[in-house]
């Protein structure tokens, strides 16, 4: 047998290049001294200027298809810079032509009737492709206005109203005992019943035109603001707070509404000024009309909101928490009245009605209350600037 220690035939036949050597300590670590260290980053790239890109490069050609396309949206840019207004003729003010969505007809906001006030969102049409040029109160049958207002008390809808006796008497004893405090007064329901139920009507049919549901307080929907939100402790310097008799005499109002005892006002359609509120029967100063109620939302949700109804309700000290109505989807009649020109002193006489934010039992609501006496066929009226003056009111009629 051979020895341990001696090599292979095969291994002894190999060539030296090929034999694996292994170095004795020493040398290998004076090889790892003398060898360079290697340097990790990549050589830096050469990169063509555009010049000698554009030299080589190749010409491309567009499809038809798309020159067409590029050709469509040129001609389309050419034909709106050559818009004119339907009712004034004129191509001025582009940034306030609005182009209908169906006869692609062009109207200044201020030309039409009614006025539109803010540039709307998403598709629009004109009265005459909408068919708002007509709107015609629709009829309801008692039990229908019962259903819709959700009165509580069917038989007392026609048939049991507070006598105008009973309302002078409650104005004769807050003069006695609170002469020098001016109070509030409850609304004095018309007592012809038959009557009654044609001022409901007529806000049914206004309300059942914009889709929308009567609700005579405020409506907290999930995803937008909760009811805890509405605070009056967080307006930015205080609001004031409703009186104990003032909210005793809201109540009063609030309770005649869920009995089908309504405020002796009717809403009708204008060709001006679109839907609106008149009087339906005198009624005397101070008198609590109505509170302005709708969906409450943050007021950072409603930026980009083109309703152009919305009530300030919360101008916190904090922004985020500031607070809208949003009378969009759920109100009252409220919504139908409109607000003065506060640019004209014509403008300024025609208001009656004035708008407050009161807290009550801590919360913050918003009362329209009469600011004089009122004669029968008078259109009621108030300022939507009270507080921020920013709502465009310039166009007004």
């Known amino acids: 047998m051979a020895p341990s220690s001696s090599a292979s035939p095969a291994a002894l036949s190999r060539p030296v290049a090929q034999r694996k050597v292994r170095p004795s300590a020493d040398s290998s670590e004076s090889y790892r001294r003398r060898r360079p260290r290697m340097s990790m980053s990549p050589p830096p790239k050469k990169f063509r200027s555009m010049v000698e890109i554009m030299k080589v ?130 609304f004095s329901p018309t007592e012809d019943s038959h009557r009654r139920l044609v001022q409901m009507t007529s806000l049914a049919s206004a309300l059942t035109a914009l889709d929308m549901e009567f609700s005579d307080e405020l409506t907290y929907i999930p995803g937008m603001a909760p009811k805890s939100a509405n605070n009056a402790k967080f307006e930015s310097g205080g609001m004031q707070v409703l009186s104990k008799e003032n909210t005793e005499t809201l109540e009063q109002c609030r309770a005649m509404y869920k009995r089908g005892e309504c405020p002796p006002l009717m809403v009708v359609f ?86 407050v934010r009161y807290s009550v039992k801590g919360a913050c609501h918003v009362l329209l209350v009469a600011l004089r006496d009122i004669a029968k066929g008078e259109r009621l009226y108030y300022d939507y600037n009270g507080y921020e003056h920013e709502y465009p009111t310039h166009h007004f009629v």
């Not at 109804?309 to 985020?320: G, N």
């Open 270 to 355: 204008d060709s001006r000024e679109g839907y609106t509120v008149e009087a339906d029967g005198p009624i005397k100063d101070l008198t609590i009309i109505a509170e302005y109620t709708g969906d409450v939302d943050y007021i950072r949700n409603r930026q980009e909101d083109d309703c152009d109804s919305m009530m300030t309700l919360l101008l916190a000290r904090d922004p985020s928490r500031s607070l809208v109505i949003c009378p969009d989807k759920r109100g009252n009649i409220s919504r139908f009245i409109n607000g003065i020109n506060n640019h004209s002193p014509e403008g300024k006489k025609k208001q009656n009605l004035k708008c």
């Open 57 to 186: 490069a190749k010409r491309v050609e567009l499809p038809k298809e798309e020159e067409d396309s590029e050709s469509e949206l040129e001609s389309e840019e050419d034909d709106y810079g050559e818009v004119l207004c339907e009712q004034c003729g004129s191509g001025e003010r582009p940034e306030e032509l609005l182009l209908c969505d169906k006869c692609n007809k062009g109207f200044h906001m201020c030309c039409l009737r009614p006025i539109v006030v803010r540039v709307p969102i998403g598709p629009w049409h004109c009265p005459h492709c909408s068919g708002d040029q007509h709107r015609i109160i629709k009829s309801f049958s008692q039990k229908k206005i019962v259903d819709f207002f959700r009165i509580q008390k069917e038989s007392q809808m026609v048939v049991k109203c507070s006598s105008a006796q009973d309302i002078r008497k409650r104005r004769k004893r807050s003069l006695v005992f609170h002469k020098r405090r001016r109070r509030l007064s409850p």
